[in-house]
């Protein structure tokens, strides 16, 4: 059971500089520059059915997933804010994808046309079951959206399908997805439809995953060392370390935590506790992003995070997912708090200010020694991919932003993380005055008078805290599970003040992870800071901090209003000239001042080398 | 034209501790054990063609280079020390070798017995041209050692047959070998049998790389973004930079700097110049090891040398013979100074001193995070692998040690490096005595008269040098190409006394190498020292190293005699318990002494963590 449940998109808005506008920007630049980009590789078309063998924009197998996610933040997006052409829009293109559905429910562009003698043949690599899991998840979200069936009613028709073919009887096949996101969806469908039908597909496909023998091994010849990599090495429920592909990882653990809330599993709740440890305290960035190396794009093991590894969009965002799953299932403050890490720092980074070029891998530092291995791993952000699973990930997540910052109780209203905006519970709106994450200030006001319990998430990040109700201090009210909590007959124009101490702070990692050893970072609240060239004398690889430093707050142009940058001191590393590629000539050190801007910002004003970890100038 | 032959092993030998010992073990354990694997493993058996499908140890792509390389490996050891034992093995194999060829001289045991309708197919993956040139090899170094032309002849036999499928002709596969070998191969068969039609066979492979149309889009659909990992991106006399699987890429530049050599072609040479210098000057690992990911086991680009790289074995050994190649085209001193570096570092790092356990990858540093995908990338030595092209490797580079050591002009005996032991020049011996490379006094003793030129390298890591001839101070002595020269009658008894100062230097690497930043290296002399956690009170990881040290020499227990531990200061860094992946809490500092040993032979004690890039203690 969920403790608590995710606000629904018509109950909360954002108002803040730093969420709220990337949150407009979907509608009216993101979703329709993702829109147009299908149109012009093909992925709209390709549910037309008239695509033949010789002819161009060869529909290709995750095609019908990136289309899929754009309708899904479609729909979203109307969730947030009504848009009569939009809605037309989406309308048409539903239209369009049930017409694709063949008679016995199958609805893959791919296989229809191309390879339809290869349908279910090579689950391990083909994508089927992933792109028929990004049409479920938009269906739901169209019918939550319009209220309207008809795509809701096509993706069960498929589901229903696909359970003849998978499932435990002698008869039908006992694989699961290479790429998972099926089952989660599933999870979704049954809650929109209560057809447990839909649950227990989900959770066929998640337990049937690693069991002996191995569909993977027996039925595709796949090699026992690619096992862990779609997460198969073992049954789900003796899995306790994040293996593999990390995107595909996080979505069968977002899956793992429904069907644990939703059959009352226990055993795979703990298992998702335990994995979920392991991510954040081995196996994440500081930002939030995950993953290790371009090779599978994969964890890999504890402390293995290079400065140059591979923290992918769509893995930062999943991970968000998952999060918030257990913050519902638990209500514990660790999960908040590493939303919030991921929120405000490597998934917003993934898109740019503009909301149309898109990183798939979000470096924490680029120099001359980045290596871009074609266009994926580029250092730049770029309007698309071949492989454009990031973009459309952002079409989807973006108009979702204002429902992380609330948590729903059964007569509990939890603000997790106090950007501006507002809240409806019940009768009462609960409105965040702020400039967080700028400001640790935060103003929060009642209108209407309604019972129930309130509860303010002091941040973990945060070591001092001061709180009063309609003028009263109360810093000494205990906290409870990183939250102050107050149950009381709430009345209009109540006044909860809160105020997190928000210093400056050096952050520095476990001895363990190589890549940090003698860096440090700079994190101000929520903010992880990163050191563009452009605001600076020098390349970032070459500037030392001063760990003692102070600070002084600074407006960086070109970057939003009320974005603060911050000014500290530190050195500039110089060697003489021709010293070759390994020498022992002494460097120089030149004093500098150092300006850092939120990671999430980074790269919106033109091409530098940038760096989070930069060297500790004091040595030891 | 080469200026310098490399000497016959016939004409040089060894006497030294760091060297000799590695020779003597290949012919007693390290040849035998890879004997032992082949037979274990079905690769010898293989030959007797009688595995039929279903069989247990079937066949693979590369079985027949790894038996060919041992072959290569005795033929050479009995040119170093006679062995009837040896011999009469070695004429066993070599005889059901020739036993395998086919009618029409194909021979190759995969694709004789297990895809016989495969052959010439996939040149991209399948390796039959790397086997032929591995046979290739063995072939001469047989004839060389036994005066015999049975194995010659036959893979005479071999080349001519693929003379007829590769060609220019109409009729002919226009393709080349996705893993080069076979060019350098036919160059050597050229040598020694005077037949041009294999030095036009290997120009025409060389040749053929990388052309338009390019033989591996058309013929075999290979992707255009792959076509570096195989050097076919673009013709080889456009290529200036190191590219693709460093394995095959510096093959392919033995191939082009013997091609040069033989067939005048003077803007190969430029490429080969230029090509290395990129390789040494942007893309090599302090101890002479190159590749920078395990992703197709490749170069990147300049500059990028992660600590965790992919320095594998067979890749030094490789850049060490076009490096030898080099040296032998142009006499200059770098490409000298560039064997030492990988000689005594990367290159004889990658096998135990046992003789019998190998690093498929050789290691800068590691720790916890240090990801071991499989065996392959294992932070152990092991006896073998399934890919097992390294173990194979060291089988057929040991026994040339002492050939690296000096070289041959056409009336000049150039000493490359002081390594005690000698070398025969027409009438006369020259003897080396010395402690090298621990030692920087070296005393060379002439046996016989005879007028030629003696010329002696001064490496390129020596400040300081005195030279004196029969106790006479000469070290004004201009030098010329990095060498002290004279040309006289050289006497009986004529003694030269070199002292190359070797004082402990701390190493930097160019700041563009992301990884070595704020690192510091121990070199002395010829040898990069490494730091292993046994030695020290803590994981290297947390060492900080004193720049400004002073050093002491230290005997390390279980090292072979001679060997000299360096020991120094430096800072023990530490933590709070449960500070979390990422905290802002201030690490404790203690002063500790650190020992490090020669890199060459770490591991060899027992298991722990090593680091040759310390932290820089100091800061800035």
């Known amino acids: 059971m969920f403790k608590y449940r995710s606000p629904r998109l018509s109950e909360v808005r954002l108002q803040d ?22 149109r012009d590789t093909g992925r709209i078309d390709a549910f037309r059915l008239q695509w033949r063998p ?44 049930i017409s694709a559905q063949q008679p016995d429910g199958f609805l893959n562009t791919y296989f229809i046309q191309v390879e339809p003698e290869k349908r279910w043949k090579k689950l391990i690599t083909d994508h089927e079951l992933y792109c028929a899991g990004h049409l479920m998840e938009a269906a739901v979200a169209h019918f939550q959206a319009t209220g309207q069936r008809k795509f809701l009613d096509c993706l069960c028709r498929y589901a229903d399908y696909i359970a003849t073919v998978f499932g435990p009887e002698p008869h039908q096949k006992k694989g699961c997805p290479g790429h998972e996101e099926i089952e989660l969806a599933l999870c979704k469908l049954y809650d929109v439809t209560g057809e447990k039908r839909y649950l227990d597909l989900a959770e ?23 096992l862990p990599v779609v997460q198969a090495q073992r049954p789900v429920h003796e899995q306790r370390t994040a293996e593999g592909h990390a995107v595909r990882a996080v979505y069968l653990y977002c899956a793992m ?19 979920w440890k392991n991510i954040t305290e081995k196996r994440m960035y500081l930002t939030g992003g995950i993953g290790s190396t371009p090779m599978n794009e994969r964890f890999t093991c504890d402390y293995h995070l290079p ?29 908040a708090d590493v939303l919030e890490q991921i929120l405000y720092n490597g998934a917003l980074s993934g898109i740019s200010l503009e909301g149309d070029r898109f990183f798939y891998v979000n470096r924490l530092e680029t120099g001359v020694d980045t290596w871009e291995h074609g266009v994926t791993y580029a250092r730049e952000r770029r309007p698309w991919f071949s492989c454009s699973c990031c ?75 001061s709180v009063s109700l309609n003028g009263q201090d109360l810093s000494s009210l205990q906290r409870q599970n990183g939250c102050l909590t107050w149950k009381r007959l709430w009345q209009d124009g109540d006044v909860v003040e809160l105020s997190l101490a928000m210093p400056v702070e050096i952050v520095r990692a476990d001895l363990r992870v190589s890549a940090c050893r003698g860096r440090v970072a700079i994190r101000r609240g929520p903010l992880v800071y990163a050191v563009e060239g452009l605001d600076n004398a020098a390349d970032p690889g070459s500037l030392l901090l001063d760990p003692e430093s102070a600070w002084q707050f600074e407006a960086v142009e070109g970057l939003p209003e009320g974005t603060l940058g911050l ?44 760096s989070v970890w930069l060297r500790n100038g004091k040595g030891c």
Chains 1, 2 share one sequence.
């Open 391 to 465: 973009p459309t990930s952002f079409c989807r997540f973006l108009p979702q932003l204002a429902s992380f910052c609330w948590s729903y109780g059964q007569s509990e209203l939890r603000l997790e993380i106090p950007a501006a905006g507002q809240a409806t519970f019940r009768n009462c709106q609960v409105e965040v005055q702020s400039q967080y994450p700028y400001d640790g200030h935060i103003r929060i006001v009642f209108h209407g008078q309604e019972p129930f319990t309130f509860s303010c998430r002091i941040p973990g990040w945060c070591r001092n805290a």
């Open 307 to 335: 400065h140059d590894g591979y923290a992918e969009s769509c893995a930062s965002i999943g991970l968000l997912f998952f999060t918030r799953r257990m913050m519902n299932l638990t209500g514990k403050a660790c999960y």
């Open 204 to 226: 066929f496909f998640v337990n049937s995953r690693g069991q002996t023998p191995n569909y993977f091994q027996t039925e595709e010849g796949v090699a026992e060392d690619y």
């Open 567 to 610: 000014r500290g001191k530190g050195w500039k590393e110089s060697l003489p000239d021709d010293c070759g590629l390994y020498f022992s000539a002494t460097p120089q050190f030149e004093a500098v001042s150092i300006l850092a801007v939120p990671y999430a910002l980074w790269q919106n004003r033109g091409d530098s080398r940038m």
């Open 54 to 97: 010789g002819m161009a924009k060869q529909p290709h197998i995750y095609w019908d997933s990136d289309f899929a996610k754009v309708l899904e933040g479609m729909a979203l997006q109307l969730l947030v804010e009504p848009n009569a052409g939009l809605a037309a829009e989406l309308d048409e293109y539903v239209d369009l994808v």
């Open 17 to 38: 500089g730093f969420l709220f506008p990337r949150q407009r920007t979907n509608g009216k630049v993101t979703i329709p520059s993702a829109v147009r980009q299908c």
């Open 257 to 275: 935590a429904d069907l644990s809330a939703r059959t009352g599993d226990a055993v795979l709740l703990t298992r998702c506790e335990e994995i």
